[in-house]
Every structure is written in C-alpha cells, then in structure tokens.
C-alpha cells in the first residue's frame, strides 16, 4: 500500500513541476529614458545615445514674440525605439530640456537670446490604433539674457489615470519656445535632454 501511494504521488511531481514553471512573470515598474536626438531629417527620441549629433538641433530663429507669424511652430519628435510602452500613470513624466540662445557671428553680443521664454510642451502618442494626449503644459517663464547661452528647463506631466497600464505603439513630444523673447529656442540634438516615462516590463 505504501508503494503504491508513493508511486501515485510521484506521478504527479512532473505535473506539479511544469506548473511552476509555467508561472507567468508578473510586469515589473521601470523607467524608460529617452533622449533627444538627431534622425538625419529632424529631432528625434531614443532610448540610446547612437544618434547623439552636437551638431545638429531644431532651431527656429522667429520663436517667441513673431512666432505666430513667422514661426515653423513646434518640433515634432517621435520616438525610435523602446516601443511598444506599457503606461505607468502611477509616475510623473520627467523632462529636462537643454535649450540655447541663438549666436550672431562677427557682431557683439555674440549671444542674441532676449526676454522671458516658455516651452509649450506636449505629449501624445497612440494605443490601439487610437490618438491618446498623454499630456500637455506649458513650463514657467525663465529669463534669458545675452550674458548666458544655455538654459536647462525642467517639468513634469502627470498621465491621466485612464491611461494606466495602456500599450503604446507611438510616442511624440511636441517642444516649441515660446514667450515674450527673441532669438531663443535651439534645442540640441545631442542627446542632453531626456524624458523619463514610467512603464512595465516582464523581468
């Protein structure tokens, strides 16, 4: 009787076993960072630094005050890589942004950028098949001057909560300099500014 008990439960080892390994992962909380990069036609977002170019940006000289006249409006940046994204709405969205001051070369003051800026800043992407606005903002005004050339501009987006979990197969953040300046408004292609999105992955 004993042996035969022995040999029932046994049999059932392998079972048991291969349902522990079927176990699915659960989604883990990570952050995803992306950069500013250079494409080869425009701005762009990478989660590597292969396409860093210093010397490439997307400038407009006419941003700020006759920006609504002459302006190219904002930069479009979609992202390359680190798609498809799982939504954490749990996490702010972190940006740090290097933006520039345009240069007169052969007249003083070399550094031309004047006034109060603001970044108007959005970010949207698409779930589904469907456009999703993940958000949209525009930073405090900062003073800009010709004694400083470069400005680091810094925010946060909180995600709607109905986006939680959501799969993402595009990603575009929208920058453009706005305010009452001049001559302000390069961003650089070189990867210095980052997006920090929060997102879920199988461990």
Request: charged share 20%; aromatic share 6%; hydrophobic share 45%.
């Amino acid at each position: 009787m004993i042996l035969t008990l022995g040999l029932i439960l046994g049999s059932f080892a392998p079972v048991a076993d291969a349902a522990r390994r079927k176990k699915k992962k659960k989604p883990v909380p990570v952050d995803v960072t992306y950069q500013i990069v250079w494409d080869g036609e425009g701005c762009a977002l990478s989660t590597t630094e292969d396409l860093a170019n210093e010397e490439e940006a997307c400038a407009d000289p006419f941003a700020g005050v006759t920006g609504s006249s002459f302006g190219t409006g904002p930069f479009v940046m979609p992202a390359l890589d680190g798609l498809p994204l799982t939504l954490d709405a749990t996490k702010p969205i972190k940006g740090t942004i290097s933006v520039q001051s345009w240069y007169a070369v052969g007249v003083g003051p070399d550094v031309m950028g004047i006034g109060e800026a603001e970044i108007a800043v959005s970010l949207t992407g698409t779930s589904g098949g469907e456009d999703v606005i993940i958000g949209e903002l525009t930073t405090e005004p900062y003073l800009v001057t010709p004694a400083e050339a470069n400005y680091v501009v810094e925010f946060e987006i909180e995600p709607p909560a109905e986006l939680a979990r959501k799969v993402l197969e595009d990603l575009v953040l929208s920058l453009e300099a706005t305010g009452n300046q001049m001559f302000h408004g390069v961003f650089p292609a070189d990867g210095s500014s980052t997006l920090v999105v929060g997102a879920f992955a199988l461990p």
